[in-house]
């Protein structure tokens, strides 16, 4: 129905427009044959277009705008006939003839017009230096009619919500809203007359129009106008009249949305100090932040049904604009979060979406402004505001200051630093407001804890106390996050302690030469309390990864105490807590390796490690598991770069252990041999290659062997090495010589 009755109001409006142009192409044509008569009879004709109730206020403006364009012409044409002599006055009474009372009157003002101005109004508003200029102060003059003009229209535009009954007050008021443009354009004229310095906006424009906007009592009617002052008049001006303009705020009607409208202003005021270094001393003198932060504080205070949507947008505009003008003063800054905290103090959590959204902006503010966290931490009231998020939206601005600092590569320094960010962030540490783990989407929450992850690795210090105090830090938060989020946080902070142990590690002595001083053994000590909060989970697969780390660091300090004992609570773990086979699997390899890396360690410590692994690899479930892992043994017995670890005997052995299987298999031990047999083990001969070739060979060719490409090219791939080791010759290709492909 709606869109049925926008359709007609547009035909209407063409049948109008179109009759309009057709009787002004007479007019002109008469007109220009300077026949008044026929000019008469086509512009009644023309101006009857507009006896017409069909038109809404929009659009029948739309439709008088054209006409009074072509009166313009005919106004014209009155006085060229004045000038040669034609009675004004006959003029008048000729008109008055037309037959409708609507377009007899707009030619009598037509008419009138011409008569006003030639003789009436010769000092008023004359251009400056004319022959009419009079001793009229012609600037006020002009402003004085723009601002009666102005009064009238707005009392006429609030008047029309009380005109007709009640159930189309909904229609009135949306042509009301159409209308509006025609009351503002006063404010624009008002702006554009040459001569209104600030003075004369200071003492009479700005004055004269807020009286208007705050007497008239009407919420549409206060908010556009105030958006109009704040759009059309210079920056300049505002800066200059905040007292008068803000003093206006307080006085609007409740339900006006004064939060855009003071938004408004302080975005244009913060455009206009970052327009010029050379105005930011104005914002000094005339102290507009202290103006605008009374002003919303009075704000607040008169409009008590405020929703908090409002309070929290006003201050978030607030701190915008402190930070684009006064970007030095952290302490403006902080007072504008201190007095958010202080309006909301009692009210409890924000429940509102879009107010948290807000919360969020208002704190995001001062990462964006400064790309620097530590700055934003001195701000002490930053996480005071952080107190009236719930759960879920804590956990937004944690992920958002996280963000920033990966972004901007912040390194956290200090120890309290560390402390005063893990305040920012426990909404991704700990659980807020008993909302347990589980509630949480799994992907988020992996999300989140990587980010946690990230961050830690930003914690740093070339001063190997204040280090140690971070790590120290950062332990106390990470363990009381429950069981979920120890597998994300605690691998970083392991790996962020072994970067001190190796600096320390590098220095020749203790600089401190205390027993207090931070030393190896004391980190150790911490790391082994760290990686043992991983069994609550539990994780014993990723707590035995980190405890062969720590061994390995411990083994390049030279450490063998520690490093065994890092050892002897792997194997506690493998034998314990790891029961699936293919995790036992992994676990064996990742200790076989490990230990094959290790030198620190005496003869009897690795041998009780080393039979250790050995015992471990054999009892693995899988006859093909146990065979790897196994002759992955034997480079135990066999360190290339130790001498004291070349067990040739013991070697071979736990080569020969276990080689029954597939063909497979004996592929992957037969180029075990062939390591072996280049590194001048004296136990892998010949004879013992060569036995090995022909037993694959057999196998290959038996009926009862399955075919198996895979095995077939990599078998095929080793003889044509040894083929190759033949031809290179040398002291290697030497040995290959006997062995027969």
Same mark, same amino acid.
């Given at each position: 129905?709606?869109?049925?009755?926008?359709?007609?109001?547009?035909?209407?409006?063409?049948?109008?427009?179109?009759?309009?142009?057709?009787?002004?192409?007479?007019?002109?044509?008469?007109?220009?044959?300077?026949?008044?008569?026929?000019?008469?009879?086509?512009?009644?004709?023309?101006?009857?277009?507009?006896?017409?109730?069909?038109?809404?206020?929009?659009?029948?403006?739309?439709?008088?705008?054209?006409?009074?364009?072509?009166?313009?012409?005919?106004?014209?044409?009155?006085?060229?006939?004045?000038?040669?002599?034609?009675?004004?006055?006959?003029?008048?009474?000729?008109?008055?003839?037309?037959?409708?009372?609507?377009?007899?009157?707009?030619?009598?003002?037509?008419?009138?017009?011409?008569?006003?101005?030639?003789?009436?109004?010769?000092?008023?508003?004359?251009?400056?230096?004319?022959?009419?200029?009079?001793?009229?102060?012609?600037?006020?003059?002009?402003?004085?009619?723009?601002?009666?003009?102005?009064?009238?229209?707005?009392?006429?535009?609030?008047?029309?919500?009380?005109?007709?009954?009640?159930?189309?007050?909904?229609?009135?008021?949306?042509?009301?809203?159409?209308?509006?443009?025609?009351?503002?354009?006063?404010?624009?004229?008002?702006?554009?007359?040459?001569?209104?310095?600030?003075?004369?906006?200071?003492?009479?424009?700005?004055?004269?129009?807020?009286?208007?906007?705050?007497?008239?009592?009407?919420?549409?009617?206060?908010?556009?106008?105030?958006?109009?002052?704040?759009?059309?008049?210079?920056?300049?001006?505002?800066?200059?009249?905040?007292?008068?303009?803000?003093?206006?705020?307080?006085?609007?009607?409740?339900?006006?949305?004064?939060?855009?409208?003071?938004?408004?202003?302080?975005?244009?005021?913060?455009?206009?100090?970052?327009?010029?270094?050379?105005?930011?001393?104005?914002? +000094?003198?005339? #102290?507009?932040?202290?103006? %605008?932060?009374?002003? !919303?504080?009075?704000? /607040? =205070?008169?409009?008590?049904?405020? *929703?908090?949507?409002?309070?929290?947008?006003?201050?978030?505009?607030?701190?915008?604009?402190?930070?684009?003008?006064?970007?030095?003063?952290?302490?403006?800054?902080?007072?504008?979060?201190?007095?958010?905290?202080?309006?909301?103090?009692?009210?409890?959590?924000?429940?509102?979406?879009?107010?948290?959204?807000?919360?969020?902006?208002?704190?995001?503010?001062?990462?964006?402004?400064?790309?620097?966290?530590?700055?934003?931490?001195?701000?002490?009231?930053?996480?005071?505001?952080?107190?009236?998020?719930?759960?879920?939206?804590?956990?937004?601005?944690?992920?958002?200051?996280?963000?920033?600092?990966?972004?901007?590569?912040?390194?956290? +320094?200090?120890? #309290?630093?560390?402390?005063? %960010?893990?305040?920012? !962030?426990?909404?991704? /540490? =700990?659980?807020?407001?008993?909302? *347990?783990?589980?509630?949480?989407?799994?992907?988020?929450?992996?999300?989140?804890?990587?980010?946690?992850?990230?961050?830690?690795?930003?914690?740093?210090?070339?001063?190997?106390?204040?280090?140690?105090?971070?790590?120290?830090?950062?332990?106390?938060?990470?363990?009381?996050?429950?069981?979920?989020?120890?597998?994300?946080?605690?691998?970083?902070?392991?790996?962020?302690?072994?970067?001190?142990?190796?600096?320390?590690?590098?220095?020749?002595?203790?600089?401190?030469?205390?027993?207090?001083?931070?030393?190896?053994?004391?980190?150790?000590?911490?790391?082994?309390?760290?990686?043992?909060?991983?069994?609550?989970?539990?994780?014993?697969? +990723?707590?035995?990864?980190?405890?062969?780390?720590?061994?390995?660091?411990?083994?390049?300090?030279?450490?063998?105490?520690?490093?065994?004992?890092?050892?002897?609570?792997?194997?506690?773990?493998?034998?314990?807590?790891?029961?699936?086979?293919?995790?036992?699997?992994?676990?064996?390899?990742?200790?076989?390796?490990?230990?094959?890396?290790?030198?620190?360690?005496?003869?009897?410590?690795?041998?009780?490690?080393?039979?250790?692994?050995?015992?471990?690899?054999?009892?693995?479930?899988?006859?093909?598991?146990?065979?790897?892992?196994?002759?992955?043994?034997?480079?135990?017995?066999?360190?290339?770069?130790?001498?004291?670890?070349?067990?040739?005997?013991?070697?071979?052995?736990?080569?020969?252990?276990?080689?029954?299987?597939?063909?497979?298999?004996?592929?992957?031990?037969?180029?075990?041999?062939?390591?072996?047999?280049?590194?001048?083990?004296?136990?892998?001969?010949?004879?013992?290659?060569?036995?090995?070739?022909?037993?694959?060979?057999?196998?290959?060719?038996?009926?009862?062997?399955?075919?198996?490409?895979?095995?077939?090219?990599?078998?095929?791939?080793?003889?044509?090495?040894?083929?190759?080791?033949?031809?290179?010759?040398?002291?290697?290709?030497?040995?290959?010589?006997?062995?027969?492909?």
């Amino acid at each position: 129905m709606i869109s049925d009755g926008v359709e007609d109001e547009e035909k209407w409006l063409a049948a109008g427009i179109a009759g309009l142009q057709q009787n002004a192409f007479y007019m002109h044509r008469a007109l220009d044959s300077n026949n008044l008569r026929d000019a008469l009879k086509y512009s009644a004709q023309m101006l009857s277009e507009l006896r017409t109730s069909k038109l809404s206020p929009h659009k029948y403006y739309e439709l008088y705008m054209r006409a009074f364009d072509e009166l313009r012409k005919l106004e014209m044409f009155f006085k060229e006939e004045a000038r040669r002599g034609c009675s004004i006055i006959d003029l008048y009474e000729l008109v008055q003839h037309a037959g409708n009372i609507l377009p007899r009157l707009y030619l009598l003002c037509t008419v009138g017009s011409v008569s006003y101005l030639s003789q009436v109004s010769r000092d008023k508003l004359p251009d400056i230096g004319s022959e009419y200029e009079g001793d009229a102060d012609t600037v006020k003059d002009a402003v004085e009619f723009v601002l009666q003009n102005f009064t009238e229209m707005n009392k006429l535009w609030v008047r029309m919500q009380h005109q007709g009954p009640a159930r189309g007050k909904e229609k009135r008021e949306k042509e009301r809203s159409e209308l509006r443009d025609l009351v503002g354009k006063n404010l624009h004229v008002l702006s554009q007359i040459e001569g209104v310095d600030l003075e004369l906006y200071k003492d009479t424009v700005l004055p004269r129009v807020l009286e208007q906007v705050v007497n008239c009592k009407d919420e549409l009617a206060q908010f556009y106008l105030m958006d109009c002052i704040i759009q059309v008049f210079p920056d300049e001006y505002h800066l200059q009249t905040l007292d008068i303009l803000l003093g206006a705020c307080p006085q609007l009607q409740p339900a006006v949305d004064i939060k855009t409208v003071l938004s408004q202003l302080m975005e244009r005021l913060s455009n206009y100090a970052a327009s010029s270094t050379e105005v930011l001393p104005e914002f +000094l003198q005339v #102290e507009a932040f202290s103006k %605008l932060s009374n002003a !919303i504080g009075k704000v /607040i =205070e008169a409009q008590v049904d405020m *929703p908090i949507i409002g309070v929290v947008t006003l201050y978030s505009s607030l701190l915008k604009f402190t930070l684009h003008v006064h970007p030095d003063r952290l302490d403006y800054a902080d007072q504008v979060l201190g007095s958010f905290v202080k309006k909301l103090s009692g009210k409890g959590k924000i429940e509102d979406s879009r107010a948290t959204k807000q919360v969020v902006a208002l704190l995001s503010a001062p990462l964006e402004k400064y790309n620097d966290i530590v700055t934003a931490l001195k701000l002490s009231n930053y996480p005071r505001v952080l107190e009236f998020l719930d759960s879920g939206t804590n956990k937004v601005m944690a992920t958002v200051i996280i963000q920033s600092i990966m972004k901007n590569t912040t390194h956290v +320094l200090t120890a #309290e630093k560390v402390e005063a %960010l893990f305040e920012l !962030i426990k909404g991704l /540490i =700990e659980d807020l407001d008993g909302t *347990p783990d589980d509630e949480v989407d799994e992907e988020d929450f992996k999300e989140e804890q990587n980010s946690v992850a990230r961050l830690i690795q930003m914690f740093s210090n070339d001063d190997s106390e204040e280090m140690f105090k971070i790590i120290c830090t950062v332990k106390k938060h990470i363990v009381t996050g429950g069981p979920k989020r120890l597998p994300f946080t605690v691998p970083p902070l392991v790996f962020s302690s072994l970067k001190l142990v190796r600096k320390l590690q590098a220095q020749d002595e203790n600089p401190f030469g205390d027993e207090a001083s931070t030393t190896p053994k004391k980190l150790f000590q911490l790391l082994t309390q760290i990686i043992e909060a991983l069994l609550n989970v539990p994780a014993p697969e +990723l707590a035995l990864r980190l405890y062969l780390q720590c061994a390995e660091a411990a083994n390049d300090c030279d450490l063998e105490p520690v490093a065994y004992e890092f050892f002897t609570q792997a194997y506690i773990l493998y034998e314990e807590e790891i029961s699936d086979s293919k995790a036992q699997v992994t676990a064996i390899h990742l200790i076989i390796g490990t230990l094959q890396r290790m030198h620190v360690f005496g003869v009897e410590n690795r041998d009780t490690l080393t039979h250790k692994a050995t015992g471990y690899s054999a009892k693995l479930l899988k006859k093909p598991d146990q065979c790897r892992a196994v002759y992955a043994c034997s480079h135990l017995f066999w360190v290339d770069d130790q001498e004291n670890m070349k067990d040739g005997e013991r070697c071979p052995m736990q080569l020969g252990e276990r080689s029954t299987g597939s063909v497979a298999l004996f592929v992957e031990i037969l180029n075990k041999y062939l390591y072996f047999f280049e590194k001048g083990n004296p136990q892998i001969t010949v004879a013992s290659v060569q036995s090995l070739i022909e037993l694959i060979t057999t196998e290959l060719h038996s009926d009862s062997t399955s075919p198996e490409p895979a095995t077939d090219a990599f078998f095929a791939s080793t003889l044509r090495y040894i083929q190759f080791q033949k031809q290179k010759g040398g002291a290697v290709g030497e040995r290959y010589e006997s062995i027969k492909v």
